[in-house]
């Protein structure tokens, strides 16, 4: 089973928009997990089911809480336990799937339990291949090579980044960042996925996957926004 972890370098840079992006990608044989989500009430919409309406693959979240905040916090705050990352991994692991690729909450070192385990941990444990999304705009340099180092100081290195949101009218530093995100971070670029493309209905947003990710497909992706 391969397994990829979707991180991200903090909350709204289009994590969720970015897996279901890689599930079409992947093909039949992938499922999604969703470890932890927070911030939604009952059976309220999330985004393990923009996942599923998006991609059309199966999607799998274990553990919902209803504030939104962090993980760790949110369950405290509820009085609930959380799974450990070992108990996470585990049921990755029992899923039938030729792929599995893993969506995180917020950043690489959010924590998804009540003893201090991390997304990173489960990373690790999972042997998994790591992609990171990161924001198009100012500040994102810094927040891509935190992310990165604390990757490479656990020995992963991370197989690529991906824009989660390109603007449709990008200023100066979306255009420098489109260069220099994977010139200082050493990790190649795989996708800029256009702003606002979560609105799109399955069969055009599938249709679309192929273009954001090869070289020339994002270029042009990141041209076409700006005109």
Same mark, same amino acid.
């Given at each position: 089973?391969?397994? @990829?972890?979707?991180?991200?370098?903090?909350?709204?840079?289009?994590? @969720?928009?970015?897996?279901?992006?890689?599930?079409? +990608?992947?093909? $039949?044989?992938?499922?999604?997990?969703?470890?932890?989500?927070?911030?939604?009430?009952?059976?309220? $919409?999330? /985004?393990? /089911?923009?996942?599923? +309406?998006?991609?059309?693959?199966?999607?799998?979240?274990?553990? !919902?809480?209803?504030?939104?905040?962090? $993980?760790?916090? &949110?369950? !405290? !705050?509820?009085?609930?336990?959380?799974?450990?990352?070992?108990?996470?991994?585990?049921?990755?692991?029992?899923? /039938?799937?030729?792929?599995?690729?893993?969506?995180?909450?917020?950043?690489? *070192?959010?924590? *998804?339990? #009540?003893?201090?385990?991390?997304? *990173?941990?489960?990373?690790?444990?999972?042997?998994?291949?790591?992609?990171?999304?990161?924001?198009?705009?100012?500040? @994102? #340099?810094?927040?891509?090579?935190?992310?990165?180092?604390?990757? +490479?100081? +656990?020995?992963?290195?991370?197989?690529?980044?991906?824009?989660?949101?390109?603007?449709?009218?990008?200023?100066?530093?979306?255009?420098?960042?489109?260069? /220099?995100?994977?010139?200082?971070?050493?990790?190649?670029?795989?996708?800029?996925? $256009?702003?606002?493309?979560?609105?799109?209905?399955?069969? &055009?947003?599938?249709?679309?996957?192929?273009?954001?990710?090869?070289?020339?497909?994002?270029?042009?992706?990141?041209?076409?926004?700006?005109?």
């Amino acid at each position: 089973m391969k397994v @990829t972890v979707v991180t991200g370098t903090g909350t709204g840079v289009g994590k @969720t928009v970015a897996t279901a992006a890689l599930a079409v +990608r992947s093909g $039949p044989g992938v499922v999604v997990v969703k470890p932890v989500q927070t911030g939604v009430l009952g059976d309220e $919409p999330a /985004d393990a /089911d923009e996942v599923r +309406r998006l991609a059309g693959c199966e999607v799998t979240e274990l553990v !919902r809480l209803a504030d939104p905040l962090a $993980p760790e916090t &949110a369950a !405290r !705050r509820a009085e609930v336990s959380l799974p450990t990352i070992a108990e996470h991994a585990a049921r990755i692991r029992s899923l /039938d799937a030729d792929h599995v690729i893993v969506e995180g909450a917020g950043g690489l *070192l959010v924590r *998804l339990d #009540l003893a201090g385990g991390t997304l *990173l941990d489960l990373a690790e444990q999972l042997e998994a291949e790591v992609v990171i999304v990161v924001h198009a705009g100012l500040g @994102t #340099l810094n927040h891509a090579e935190l992310t990165v180092a604390a990757l +490479r100081a +656990r020995g992963i290195e991370p197989s690529g980044l991906i824009i989660g949101a390109w603007p449709s009218a990008p200023g100066l530093a979306e255009e420098c960042n489109l260069l /220099d995100l994977p010139r200082v971070t050493g990790v190649p670029l795989l996708a800029t996925i $256009p702003e606002d493309v979560g609105g799109h209905g399955p069969d &055009a947003f599938a249709e679309a996957v192929p273009g954001w990710f090869s070289p020339a497909g994002s270029a042009q992706a990141a041209a076409g926004s700006a005109s």
